[in-house]
């Protein structure tokens, strides 16, 4: 007799079905209806092909995002408690049951995600890897280049045929296979798609792509490059993710929203066999996310832009409405304050914490929302329209990443816009931007807050930064874009080794930074500082 604590996915997939997702559908519902434990998945690939349409508003998320309200999805979860997916593994322990996302092969399009979970509290997803049928992304080496244009003969393999993308390219050694240079095309392509030429030979007609790549180095690129999320976890609280394989993705490959303590251990975003690169866009994107957020023996490689992005989106005054209350704007998607909580409101570079008494949801507008908040106290008369205030329950209280590796990262290993952060033996190969880069940005995407209390330890950096973003390279960046102040503070940064990089610390924007015990071996400039803008920088026993 089965257990009716566990719902077995098989029950509900009919014999010789082209499309498993509707079963699935299936088998979340009745757990969820009879408060099941567990949805088992047997060792094997499970083939979506069918979707359904949720009402959203988890789409807008940057300045490229889509301004509709509803989203294609395989498996959509909403309102589960106490549920674990549980796939299984093969006889070294990866992931045996993998979810293949369908692919429409549409250019530059949006894509059904395969796991879309909201409102689902004590959530577990285990033992299952993600990947998209065929393939978003490709790779080859170059054969020829002739100014205008270039021939690539396709790794076998890997998707190939006419018509396909040409989105966030990026070039590798040959031998080594390391990241080189600065990406060859973004999120808006080469103006141009590939052309079929022969069996595994295509063309691409750009003179810009042409003037970047050489004969002999591998390539690869995207059918597109949207902010797309194909897992997506919001407001699911005491969120655990174990032992996950991201093969391929579309957009980003995690996104978690608005979800409170995280626990991930060994999430693995890696391409097959030789394909170069997993997404053309964020590994996982932790977004609004606080409480306790702890991540351990993670690897990603290859993806556009960051590996591990995390943030919140500035509060900017808008006016004050009393003595002790104010209208705020915020950018993109809602979600909601914590009566309680603190603000830190910004009069320059020095913040003043006010704990929120009430709050509402005022409206949306302007590719955003306002809100108005009265605080315990009245607010200074210094504090004029465009204070920028960061909400402390749109943060974590404490991240740690430990024992992880990041390669071959066209962007970041680490985007930070956090405090209380702790990264712990971690390894950054081969990384366009620095391997960590600490600091908010204001300009575009207003996203913060700034970085403070900070811990690097005992990390190792090899052939990072090589390529400045916001102002920053080296293998540790430092800097608020759009500021110009002491805003990133109490950071430790010691014991690390650096190598094989222009600059070992690049420090912008800070203050009370201190470096212990870091070894820098060919690092042409080991600690770059600038004095406009910054404060104390304190050196102790490091090797330079």
Not at 123 to 143: D, H, K, M, W
Not at 215 to 237: I, K, L, M, P
Request: glycine share 8%.
């Amino acid at each position: 007799m089965k257990n009716t604590a566990i719902i077995y996915v098989e029950d509900f997939i009919e014999d010789n079905s082209p499309d498993d997702a509707s079963g699935i559908r299936a088998a979340i519902q009745k757990a969820i209806d009879i408060q099941a434990k567990i949805v088992f998945f047997e060792p094997r690939s499970y083939i979506l092909r069918t979707s359904v349409d949720i009402q959203t508003e988890a789409i807008a998320h940057d300045a490229g995002s889509s301004v509709e309200t509803h989203k294609a999805c395989h498996i959509p979860i909403h309102g589960a408690q106490n549920l674990t997916l549980q796939g299984a593994t093969n006889d070294k322990g990866e992931p045996a049951t993998i979810f293949i996302g369908y692919n429409d092969l549409q250019i530059h399009n949006y894509l059904p995600a395969i796991l879309w979970c909201e409102d689902s509290d004590d959530l577990q997803v285990n033992n299952i890897a993600f990947t998209r049928g065929p393939e978003f992304t490709s790779a080859g080496v170059v054969i020829a280049n002739e100014d205008d244009q270039i021939t690539v003969e396709v790794f076998p393999g890997n998707p190939c045929y006419d018509g396909m993308g040409s989105y966030c390219m990026n070039r590798f050694h040959p031998i080594t296979g390391a990241l080189v240079g600065e990406s060859v095309t973004y999120g808006d392509g080469a103006g141009d798609v590939w052309r079929l030429q022969g069996e595994r030979l295509v063309s691409l007609t750009s003179s810009r792509v042409a003037s970047k790549v050489q004969t002999g180095e591998h390539v690869s690129w995207h059918q597109g490059a949207r902010t797309d999320f194909q897992t997506y976890f919001a407001n699911c609280n005491q969120l655990t993710l174990k032992n996950l394989r991201i093969y391929n993705a579309n957009g980003f490959a995690i996104l978690t929203e608005s979800c409170h303590d995280i626990t991930a251990d060994h999430i693995v975003f890696k391409p097959a066999g030789n394909q170069l690169f997993t997404a053309p866009r964020d590994a996982w994107k932790i977004f609004k996310c606080s409480g306790n957020i702890e991540v351990s023996r993670m690897y990603i490689e290859g993806v556009r832009m960051d590996g591990q992005n995390m943030h919140s989106n500035w509060l900017v005054l808008v006016q004050h409405t009393s003595a002790n209350e104010a209208l705020f704007f915020c950018k993109y998607t809602f979600a909601p304050l914590q009566t309680g909580s603190l603000v830190e409101l910004y009069h320059e570079d020095t913040a003043m914490a006010f704990h929120i008494t009430d709050w509402s949801h005022v409206s949306k507008g302007d590719n955003g929302n306002y809100y108005r908040i009265s605080f315990d106290r009245e607010l200074p008369i210094e504090l004029k329209e465009g204070a920028l205030g960061s909400a402390f329950c749109w943060k974590a209280s404490r991240y740690i990443c430990k024992d992880s590796e990041f390669v071959n990262i066209a962007g970041a290993g680490h985007l930070v816009r956090y405090d209380h952060l702790y990264i712990l033996n971690c390894t950054y190969r081969n990384t366009m931007n620095p391997g960590i880069l600490l600091g908010a940005e204001l300009p575009v995407h207003s996203e913060g807050g700034h970085a403070s209390d900070i811990v690097i330890k005992g990390c190792e950096f090899d052939n990072c930064g090589f390529f400045p973003r916001y102002g920053a390279s080296g293998c540790i960046g430092i800097k608020s874009y759009g500021f110009s102040g002491k805003f990133n503070r109490s950071i430790i940064i010691a014991n690390n080794r650096m190598k094989n990089a222009p600059i070992g610390i690049h420090a912008v924007d800070v203050d009370d930074v201190y470096l212990i015990g870091n070894v820098f071996e060919g690092i042409e400039v080991p600690i770059k500082q600038d004095d406009q803008s910054s404060g104390k920088v304190w050196t102790y026993g490091d090797d330079i």
